[in-house]
């Protein structure tokens, strides 16, 4: 035997930067016992062929078959656990409607252990299964059942970073779900900081506690302050929602007389660990106060054309040096599936480039520079996440972890349209970000361990 728990051989492709995807044709991947990339060495490197022939056969030797290709692991930076169970329903109504007719009430629920059991098991499974291997989490505003959910992630071997969800304020949330005070919502958060950290001590992969005031609207002055003492008690990660929609911005604005992301700065609620949701109606004072207190945006594209009715300006933030990865926003985004947002992120971007409005002149229909292509999009939904929540994650690279998805391009019901062995590798990576299904992930591994086969 050796030294490593996993060798690897094949074809990958991993972001270099938003424009550039790398392509590691053939590679030697060695994972170390701690679930990382020690080694990485391509056929140019002259030790490659006696690396070769010494690791293959041995058991730990991993060859891909043909038509298999590694891609990291995708990193949902925006979900919420609980309303998985409502996903695909209630798309057609404003947020605040949406919030208090469909959404609380279901979250409400949650009380009920087993029903917070039967749901969160289902969405960890199927997020593994879509190939996501890293998620940032909303739970709800009970902390037995947040915890739940962590364990579930921990048991499941996938990377959560979860929040028990802070809703303290009697005047906006509904009686039947919030937080019982302010004072309770921030002790509730303490012991649930501390068990997740608990617990983080026996996986591998890490899970995380989050502070989460569910938004400015939903939590108390004194609420948010406590928060963000409490996350720089404990180190911990911080996500909330921003300037998501006309009302939620305008809110914020006639409450407290500044826009959220000053708001939240005020409250110590941004920085290096924060990830805020959304983030549609930043103005350029917002935005570069984002970039220089390094707080990410989780870009939801689904969600933000239903809910928030608009487009992120994502280049401009981009240019402008704030990170962004990719959020589903499970269930005012749909699916579970980090490709149909990849995909939704270059549509909306070119709506937003070309503008819709066929009254006016081409020229002055859209925003110039908008667009963005699958493989930035690529970027946004592996390391543009990593790089969001600050960890060694998205990328096939040394000293990364190895979290990747085993794309299969020949499963029996979800074949992809390649007819050629020699076809360029650049195409076959734009027809894997395209039509992949659940089918086409045949494995996927976090931190070295194998966390779904496709049955
Ligand atoms: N703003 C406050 N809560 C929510 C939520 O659950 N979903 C979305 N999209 N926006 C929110
Ligand atoms: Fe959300």
């Known amino acids: 035997m050796n030294n490593y728990t996993h060798i690897f051989h094949g074809t990958a492709f991993s972001s270099e930067f ?33 690396l070769l022939e010494t690791y293959e056969g041995q058991a730990n030797f991993h060859r891909l078959a043909e038509g298999q ?22 798309l057609d109504i404003p947020l605040y409607d949406w919030l208090h007719t469909y959404t609380f009430p279901l979250e409400a629920k949650y009380a009920d252990l087993s029903f917070a059991s039967s749901v969160y098991e289902d969405l960890v499974s199927t997020l593994l299964a879509n190939g996501t291997t890293t998620v940032l989490y909303f739970a709800t505003v009970h902390k037995e059942a947040s915890l739940l959910l962590a364990k579930i992630c921990a048991e499941k071997g996938q990377r959560g970073l979860v929040g028990k969800v802070v809703m303290d304020d009697p005047e906006q949330n509904p009686s039947y779900y919030r937080d019982a ?22 996986a591998k992969q890490g899970v995380y506690p989050v502070v989460t005031p569910r938004f400015i609207p939903s939590c108390s002055d004194e609420a948010l302050k406590g928060l963000g003492e409490l996350a720089a008690k404990y180190d911990t990660h911080i996500q909330s929602h921003c300037s998501e929609s006309d009302w939620a911005h305008g809110y914020v604005k006639e409450r407290l007389g500044k826009h959220d992301a ?21 103005d350029d004072n917002d935005a570069a106060l984002f970039a220089e207190t390094g707080t990410a945006i989780s870009h939801c594209p689904l969600s933000n054309a239903y809910f928030a009715n608009s487009v992120l300006p994502l280049k401009r933030f981009q240019s402008m040096g704030i990170d962004i990865g990719l959020g589903t926003d ?58 969001s929540l600050s960890l060694p994650i998205g990328r096939l690279q040394e ?11 020949k499963a029996p019901t979800a074949k992809l349209p390649i007819f050629s062995e020699a076809e360029d590798l650049d195409d076959i990576f734009q027809k894997i970000l395209y039509l992949v299904r659940p089918d086409n992930i045949s494995e996927v591994w976090v931190q070295g361990e194998k966390v779904h086969s496709r049955s």
């Open 69 to 90: 290709y590694f891609l990291p692991g995708f990193v949902d930076l925006h979900v919420h656990a609980p309303q998985w169970a409502q996903s695909g329903t209630a």
């Open 262 to 282: 000053f708001a939240l700065h005020d409250f110590g609620l941004l920085g290096d660990k924060s990830v805020m949701a959304h983030c549609n109606f930043l």
């Open 181 to 202: 005070d302010t004072k309770t919502a921030l002790a509730d958060t303490e012991s649930f900081i501390l068990a997740v950290k608990e617990l983080a001590k026996e």
């Open 399 to 409: 000293n990364y972890t190895w979290d990747v998805q085993i794309i299969d391009t």
């Open 330 to 387: 499970i269930s005012a985004g749909a699916t579970p599936s980090l490709y149909d947002n990849a995909k939704q992120a270059v549509v909306s971007s070119r709506m937003l480039e070309d503008g819709v409005n066929q009254a006016l002149p081409a020229e002055e229909r859209g925003v110039p520079d908008s667009r963005i292509s699958i493989h930035e999009a690529f970027y946004l939904a592996t390391a543009g996440g990593g790089e």
């Open 18 to 50: 938003p424009k550039k995807v790398t392509i590691l044709k053939d590679y030697l991947f060695f994972i170390d016992t701690n679930g990382m990339i020690k080694k990485m060495i391509g056929p140019e490197q002259a030790e490659y062929p006696a």
